[in-house]
């Protein structure tokens, strides 16, 4: 198998000219044989320095990248608060979904709501019929709905800190924002060198749907496992990356794209090395036991093997339909209506741009010739998202894992000056303060 080694973001020759690195690799291998990128600094190996010299220099090579995206979140974060707290339409609504007695109440509404419940009380999954129903909702909405990884981890860390379940899944939602940060950075490095990544990174911060990475929802936890899941295949590290993809499957339905990369990528390595590789066959095993499992178990309790199914589509009316609800959507907006089903006009609106400015980013990905674990993952994720009925303004939410797609548009932004690249996220992160977290919450449903 051809390859080439990635331009080390911190060697002499890069730090002078950023601008000159390759970018992406001869071909579409599921893996660079290559350090880490938490090991960029070493010169030398494990056992000829002391530990503590290697960790600073890991703590100064991160620090930057944590402080990018800190602030430039932090920005965005004021604003969506701001403008909750100014507009005061929260404290008309249901608490459950939205009101209370501050702006802050409106992070863990609606799927925030759900998690609560099930940190607090877990799961009594059932598909009750509503008596006499005859529209799009059949079934009484139940806990089940919800996957089991984050309310979990919302329940530990408040046994372990005394923090509420709200403050826990904020915690959780924070700490792993930055962890899928670093991830993001990890992964775009090996593009466009650290320049890259760090606009990789601050974008991801302001991208529309990033509303969604500072509140009580699963979409952090969830980013932060398939980023690194993706880096793992990458660096040939298939034990780690099938652990992690188990792990994301215990949290959202859609990381079957995920699987679905892992699976494409270990047969293109056993293709190309032979098949006496254990990594990939182990990490092919691992990988779908968390999705699969939780879909037997909620199954079994409904007494019916597609009961998670039944109920997405009974109780909050998600279902695959070949994409005619995106299409009714599309078709709908060209021409200024707002009468097809679910339909929210703002939070509609980015929605649609959202997935054309995806389509677009498609080929420019393509361009950089990236691992077979990227692309899979992106078109996978794209296409079962695409391809559901569900409230259409949720889109830009959904999306918001496609990750890969950030990688063009930084490799091109590495040629800005540090200032210019910092002034533009930062006036970009003003704006998603509307955008990315106000159109969300209070202008639409997340």
Same mark, same amino acid.
């Given at each position: 198998m051809s390859s080439m080694n990635p331009v080390n973001p911190m060697s002499p020759m890069n730090s002078r000219n950023n601008a000159t690195q390759p970018v992406g690799r001869p071909d579409l291998g599921s893996s660079w044989a290559s350090a880490s990128v938490v090991d960029v600094d070493a010169d030398s190996g494990p056992g000829d320095e002391a530990l503590a010299p290697r960790l600073r220099r890991t703590v100064r090579h991160h620090l930057p990248v944590l402080a990018l995206y800190g602030v430039t979140k932090l920005i965005g974060f004021s604003v969506f608060m701001y403008l909750l707290d100014s507009a005061g339409e929260f404290r008309k609504k249901n608490p459950r979904f939205g009101g209370g007695a501050h702006a802050w109440d409106v992070l863990a509404s609606w799927d925030g709501w759900w998690y609560q419940q099930i940190a607090a009380n877990g799961y009594d999954p059932a598909l009750v019929h509503i008596p006499g129903a005859t529209g799009m909702i059949t079934v009484h909405q139940n806990s089940a709905a919800f996957f089991p990884l984050y309310p979990a981890t919302m329940r530990l860390v408040s046994e372990c800190t005394g923090l509420g379940l709200y403050g826990a899944g904020m915690l959780v939602s924070v700490v792993c924002s930055f962890v899928a940060a670093l991830g993001i950075y990890a992964v775009t490095v090996r593009f466009g060198g650290r320049r890259a990544g760090l606009a990789a990174v601050g974008l991801w911060a302001v991208w529309p749907g990033s509303g969604m990475e500072w509140t009580a929802y699963s979409e952090s936890l969830y980013i932060a496992l398939a980023v690194w899941a993706c880096h793992a295949v990458m660096t040939d590290r298939w034990i780690t990356a099938g652990i992690l993809t188990f792990t994301a499957g215990l949290n959202r339905p859609t990381s079957v794209a995920l699987i679905a990369a892992l699976t494409v990528a270990a047969l293109l390595t056993l293709y190309r090395r032979g098949a006496n590789q254990a990594g990939p066959w182990i990490a092919m095993l691992i990988a779908p036991l968390g999705l699969g499992g939780y879909l037997l178990y909620v199954g079994n309790e409904m007494g019916n093997l597609?009961?998670?199914?039944?109920?997405?589509?009974?109780?909050?009316?998600?279902?695959?339909?070949?994409?005619?609800?995106?299409?009714?959507?599309?078709?709908?907006?060209?021409?200024?209506?707002?009468?097809?089903?679910?339909?929210?006009?703002?939070?509609?609106?980015?929605?649609?741009?959202?997935?054309?400015?995806?389509? =677009? *980013? /498609? &080929? !420019?990905?393509? %361009?950089? #010739?990236?691992?077979?674990?990227?692309?899979? $993952? @992106?078109? +996978?994720?794209?296409?079962?998202?695409?391809?559901?009925?569900?409230?259409?303004?949720?889109?830009?939410?959904?999306?918001?894992?496609?990750?890969? =797609? *950030? /990688? &063009? !548009?930084?490799? %091109?932004? #590495?040629?800005?000056?540090?200032?210019?690249? $910092? @002034?533009? +996220?930062?006036?970009?992160?003003?704006?998603?303060?509307?955008?990315?977290?106000?159109?969300?919450?209070?202008?639409?449903?997340?």
């Open positions: 597609g009961g998670y199914f039944a109920l997405q589509k009974g109780g909050w009316g998600h279902t695959f339909d070949y994409g005619r609800q995106t299409l009714d959507v599309f078709t709908s907006i060209a021409v200024g209506r707002f009468d097809y089903l679910y339909a929210y006009r703002f939070e509609d609106t980015i929605g649609v741009v959202v997935v054309l400015l995806d389509l =677009l *980013l /498609i &080929p !420019l990905l393509i %361009r950089l #010739r990236p691992p077979a674990v990227l692309i899979v $993952f @992106t078109i +996978l994720t794209l296409t079962l998202i695409l391809s559901s009925q569900q409230m259409f303004g949720n889109v830009s939410r959904y999306l918001l894992p496609l990750f890969p =797609l *950030l /990688i &063009p !548009l930084a490799v %091109r932004m #590495r040629t800005l000056s540090l200032p210019t690249l $910092f @002034t533009l +996220l930062g006036i970009t992160a003003v704006a998603s303060g509307s955008y990315a977290g106000y159109a969300l919450f209070e202008l639409g449903i997340p």
